[in-house]
């Protein structure tokens, strides 16, 4: 007896072991979703953007491929920011969508996804809507292929709805495995580690691609090998490089001139799993120092062609890493000590030591407090910009996989990004509390995730620093000198009404013993908990 294509696309995604379905259903998803398979999860959000980062945060979790189901054309859209800081993180997910039936779809009826390979790009890897019914099956087979080889990422299948009850031509569909790393041309790699061994003052540069490819070991052993400094690449959106290590710099600044200086005195700069350079506010300047020798390593063809300057080299970071080190020539110690810099924008000074009832509290403050009481192997996921230098200062990231931001800069990630993280420590048996610090202002761009979280018991700690401001934005008006610019400023929000409103427990923390008491409790609640604490209103510097 011939299968139905909904069949037998539910036995591939089984042998691709994907039986976990982020998505917010829709008129033309339900016949993909009709008789759900009593083996797979549907984890249900309240938007699409919401189900796009929690997959996210799901597939990074769990190192795997995820699957997303929105809704055509009207979903897509909703979903598109967090595609594209899927796209950035470099995250392997299957976004898919249904459109209207092949017999309308010449007249492009209400809710017709009218090019659905056009609308999510540029941020998918591969975007497709099979010929014919018979071909979506192969077509998530290829769909899996894209999204795992580097660099990986998003891709996206649109399933005209009439499809999956059709007759597959098969009952089986073809699994393939494929690589997920690509190796580097040696003689290429040589030169590196030639000039490496070679250059009087060099300096490494580390990014995220690192932390993807679980190269902390690796990194630290190259590092200490050479016993040179590292950088955290511009904007990392995962610590590549243990941030109490002796030879950790601090982050580069994501602007031209500064990052430029940062690098004065060195004569050779390889960085490793980064663009060449992830730079925002423009502060003009030379690229790299005079004198200064950069090499770049990727596994991008895109990242190294677009790189405005230095010799680039297409690998796996870690494979890259871990041939440079059997490769380098050793160093002694250098009698001079690495001095750490600030990470990325630039710190306020340090908060003194203060009462247990001073309020409000200094952002550092806070994230002392709240270090103080978490447990040592807590994940950290972060959306509060203007607090960034901050958080590192006070909360350094000293174990691989234990700290996600957005790579993007597209706020409205980390929220729902959490709760995908919190399924994967359930899922994989880790069992690591989370906590999500997100600004007041973040939180609002998808805080429908909050409900997600409820729905599913997740023990997320949610605290939400209040200064009632886009501060962020106050520090691109000094930057750019433009003043008067209006709704920068959001008060009158309710933190802990909404929280509740969404299932959560929620309560106002103001002093040092407040925000410790309600981590404590919350650390101990089964579901999650939203935490909103006042802070001191703050404009940071950007540099």
Same mark, same amino acid.
């Given at each position: 007896?011939?299968?139905?294509?909904?069949?037998?696309?539910?036995?591939?995604?089984?042998?691709?072991?994907?039986?976990?379905?982020?998505?917010?259903?829709?008129?033309?998803?339900?016949?993909?979703?009709?008789?759900?398979?009593?083996?797979?999860?549907?984890?249900?959000?309240?938007?699409?953007? $919401?189900?796009?980062?929690?997959?996210?945060?799901?597939?990074?979790?769990?190192?795997?491929?995820?699957?997303?189901?929105?809704?055509?054309?009207?979903?897509?859209?909703?979903?598109?920011?967090?595609?594209?800081?899927?796209?950035?993180?470099?995250?392997?997910?299957?976004?898919?969508?249904?459109?209207?039936?092949?017999?309308?779809?010449?007249?492009?009826?209400?809710?017709?996804?009218?090019?659905?390979?056009?609308?999510?790009?540029?941020? =998918?890897?591969?975007?497709?809507?099979?010929?014919?019914?018979?071909?979506?099956?192969?077509?998530?087979?290829?769909?899996?292929?894209?999204?795992?080889?580097?660099?990986?990422?998003?891709?996206?299948?649109?399933?005209?709805?009439?499809?999956?009850?059709?007759?597959?031509?098969?009952?089986?569909?073809?699994?393939?495995?494929?690589?997920?790393?690509?190796?580097?041309?040696?003689?290429?790699?040589?030169?590196?580690?030639?000039?490496?061994?070679?250059?009087?003052?060099?300096?490494?540069?580390?990014? @995220?691609?690192?932390?993807?490819?679980?190269?902390?070991?690796?990194?630290?052993?190259?590092?200490?090998?050479?016993?040179?400094?590292?950088?955290?690449?511009?904007?990392?959106?995962?610590?590549?490089?243990?941030?109490?290590? /002796?030879?950790?710099?601090?982050?580069?600044?994501?602007?031209?001139? /500064?990052?430029?200086?940062?690098?004065?005195?060195?004569?050779?700069?390889?960085?490793?799993?980064? %663009?060449?350079?992830?730079?925002?506010?423009?502060?003009?300047? !030379?690229?790299? %120092?005079?004198?200064?020798?950069?090499?770049?390593?990727?596994?991008?063809?895109? !990242?190294?062609?677009?790189?405005?300057?230095?010799?680039?080299?297409? #690998?796996?970071?870690?494979?890259?890493?871990?041939?440079?080190?059997?490769?380098?020539?050793?160093?002694?110690? $250098?009698?001079?000590?690495?001095?750490?810099?600030?990470?990325?924008?630039?710190?306020? %000074?340090?908060? /003194?030591?203060?009462?247990?009832?001073?309020?409000?509290?200094?952002?550092?403050?806070?994230?002392?407090?709240?270090?103080?009481?978490? /447990?040592?192997?807590?994940?950290?996921?972060?959306?509060?910009?203007?607090?960034?230098?901050?958080?590192?200062?006070?909360?350094?990231?000293? $174990?691989?996989? #234990?700290?996600?931001?957005?790579?993007?800069?597209?706020?409205?990630?980390?929220?729902?990004?959490?709760?995908?993280?919190?399924?994967? !420590?359930?899922? @994989?048996?880790?069992?690591?509390? =989370?906590?999500?610090?997100?600004?007041?202002?973040?939180?609002?761009? @998808?805080?429908?995730?909050?409900?997600?979280?409820?729905?599913?018991?997740?023990?997320?700690?949610?605290?939400?620093?209040?200064? @009632?401001?886009?501060?962020?934005?106050?520090?691109?008006?000094?930057?750019?000198?433009?003043?008067?610019?209006?709704?920068?400023?959001?008060?009158?929000?309710?933190?802990?009404?909404?929280?509740?409103?969404?299932?959560?427990?929620?309560?106002?923390?103001?002093?040092? !013993?407040?925000?410790?008491?309600?981590?404590?409790?919350?650390?101990?609640?089964?579901?999650?908990?939203?935490?909103?604490?006042?802070?001191?209103?703050?404009?940071?510097?950007?540099?």
């Amino acid at each position: 007896m011939k299968k139905t294509i909904r069949q037998v696309t539910f036995d591939l995604l089984r042998k691709l072991d994907i039986t976990t379905v982020f998505g917010n259903p829709g008129s033309t998803e339900e016949t993909f979703l009709k008789d759900f398979p009593s083996d797979f999860q549907y984890i249900q959000t309240l938007h699409e953007s $919401s189900a796009v980062a929690a997959a996210d945060g799901y597939a990074q979790g769990m190192r795997k491929v995820a699957m997303v189901n929105v809704h055509t054309s009207a979903g897509l859209s909703n979903a598109m920011s967090n595609i594209l800081t899927a796209y950035m993180n470099r995250t392997p997910l299957i976004i898919t969508a249904g459109n209207q039936t092949r017999e309308m779809l010449l007249m492009e009826p209400w809710l017709t996804n009218i090019e659905p390979e056009v609308l999510p790009k540029p941020w =998918v890897k591969w975007s497709y809507q099979p010929v014919r019914a018979e071909d979506v099956p192969a077509a998530f087979m290829r769909a899996y292929a894209m999204a795992l080889q580097p660099p990986a990422g998003p891709v996206f299948l649109s399933i005209p709805l009439d499809d999956w009850d059709k007759p597959a031509v098969d009952n089986n569909a073809v699994v393939r495995s494929v690589s997920e790393r690509i190796g580097y041309d040696p003689l290429r790699l040589h030169e590196f580690a030639d000039a490496l061994s070679a250059a009087k003052n060099p300096v490494l540069i580390y990014g @995220s691609a690192i932390a993807r490819g679980q190269g902390w070991d690796a990194g630290i052993k190259l590092a200490e090998k050479l016993n040179i400094p590292v950088w955290s690449a511009p904007a990392s959106e995962r610590p590549p490089f243990p941030e109490t290590h /002796p030879l950790y710099a601090g982050g580069l600044p994501f602007a031209i001139a /500064p990052l430029s200086e940062k690098l004065q005195g060195h004569d050779l700069a390889i960085i490793i799993g980064a %663009p060449v350079f992830r730079y925002y506010p423009y502060v003009g300047g !030379e690229y790299i %120092p005079d004198g200064l020798r950069l090499l770049h390593i990727t596994d991008d063809p895109i !990242e190294a062609g677009r790189s405005p300057v230095g010799d680039s080299l297409l #690998s796996d970071a870690v494979l890259a890493i871990e041939g440079l080190t059997h490769l380098v020539t050793a160093r002694a110690a $250098s009698a001079k000590k690495v001095v750490k810099q600030s990470h990325g924008m630039a710190p306020h %000074p340090a908060a /003194p030591e203060t009462l247990a009832n001073d309020t409000p509290l200094s952002a550092s403050q806070l994230f002392r407090a709240l270090r103080a009481v978490s /447990p040592k192997e807590t994940i950290l996921v972060e959306e509060s910009p203007s607090n960034l230098g901050e958080l590192h200062r006070e909360w350094p990231i000293e $174990s691989p996989d #234990s700290f996600y931001t957005f790579a993007s800069g597209s706020l409205g990630w980390n929220l729902p990004a959490s709760v995908g993280l919190a399924l994967a !420590e359930r899922d @994989s048996g880790r069992n690591r509390p =989370v906590m999500a610090i997100i600004g007041d202002g973040s939180m609002q761009y @998808s805080i429908q995730g909050l409900w997600s979280a409820a729905q599913h018991n997740l023990p997320i700690v949610f605290v939400i620093p209040r200064n @009632s401001e886009y501060a962020i934005l106050k520090s691109f008006a000094v930057l750019e000198e433009t003043p008067g610019v209006p709704g920068l400023d959001i008060p009158n929000l309710d933190i802990v009404a909404l929280g509740k409103g969404y299932g959560c427990a929620a309560i106002k923390a103001e002093t040092i !013993e407040q925000v410790k008491q309600a981590c404590k409790d919350a650390f101990s609640r089964k579901g999650p908990t939203v935490i909103e604490v006042p802070i001191l209103p703050a404009i940071p510097p950007l540099i």
